[in-house]
């Protein structure tokens, strides 16, 4: 992360990262394939800290504050690596595949936000919640990134819309994942009604 706070990502080479490590290169190797495997090692250690620094007297709180909550959690893990964050996101505006990888990660990550918040993140419905917050969240970390206000009361402001705005994907996600459950119920009925005729002959 010290190395990505001063330079890009495409420019840092595992044997950059080893020496800065102070280790060997064959030991690096024995655990990580890449600086991408890094990174993503370093996100699961983060996903860590904040699931362990859950607060029980949130439990009574509605959705929304649980997960701001948490959020804001991850924000507070995150700040030793703000200038990191920064080179990480500028240079996936600059390659889609990078993009795409750290997608991938974020989505992973926010499953578990999600479901630190006591908000279910399994199945397909959970997939496209967990997608959705990563969306969000990337949006608010580009806020927090230039937010240099001790209270971070821009990131906090960008985080509520988020999450009003996430409230409102949720109603519509609810709305047309009840679409198949409508669409079923009447084929049931014509289904019962034919059974019943058939036998009636």
């Known amino acids: 992360m010290t190395l990505l ?15 800065r490590a102070g280790i060997k290169l064959s030991q690096l190797r024995a655990e990580f394939g890449s600086t991408l ?25 509605p959705a929304r504050e649980r997960l701001f909550e948490v959020l804001m959690r991850r924000l507070e893990a995150l700040a030793p690596y703000k200038e990191a964050i920064r080179s990480i996101m500028y240079s996936a505006r600059r390659n ?17 936000m999600l479901e630190a918040a006591g908000i279910r993140a399994s199945g397909p419905r959970g997939v496209l919640r967990a997608q959705g917050a990563a969306l969000m969240f990337g949006r608010v970390l580009s806020v ?43 084929r049931r009925r014509r289904r019962r009604m034919r059974d019943a005729e058939a036998g009636a002959a």
């Open 144 to 186: 927090w990134v230039d937010d240099e206000e001790q209270g971070l009361d821009r990131t906090m402001a960008a985080l509520g819309r988020g999450l009003n705005s996430a409230e409102r994907w949720a109603g519509f996600l609810d709305d047309l994942c009840a679409i198949p459950c409508m669409l079923r119920g009447p």
């Open 96 to 112: 889609p595949g990078l993009a795409f990888a750290l997608n991938a990660m974020a989505m992973r990550s926010q499953h578990w």
């Open 37 to 61: 495997a890094i990174l993503a090692a370093h996100i699961k250690e983060i996903d860590r800290a904040v699931l362990a620094g859950g607060d029980a007297d949130m439990a009574e709180e």
């Open 5 to 19: 706070a001063e330079n890009r990502l495409e420019q840092i080479g595992l044997a950059e990262v080893a020496g």
